[in-house]
């Protein structure tokens, strides 16, 4: 999902508000301005496609494993 910069936070609040998890809050956090098209399009032109896969692959998994980790701690 693509947010504009700084849309995230009242996006977040309201989600939690919601009931959502601190957790996967965090993760959507670190990963959502790292996974936008605009910045995956970019990262490919420098990178190249199998790097790009690697780079988003790698911060999914460490998103994911951080927000778990993050919801199991404080959660």
Known sequence: MYFAT??????LQTLLGSGMGQGPALALLLAGPALSLPSMLVINSYLGPRRTIAYVSLVV????????????VAG
Do not use: Q
Request: charged share 5%.
């Open 61 to 72: 998994l460490m998103a994911t494993a951080t927000g778990w980790l993050y919801g199991t």
């Open 6 to 11: 700084l849309t995230e936070v009242p996006i």
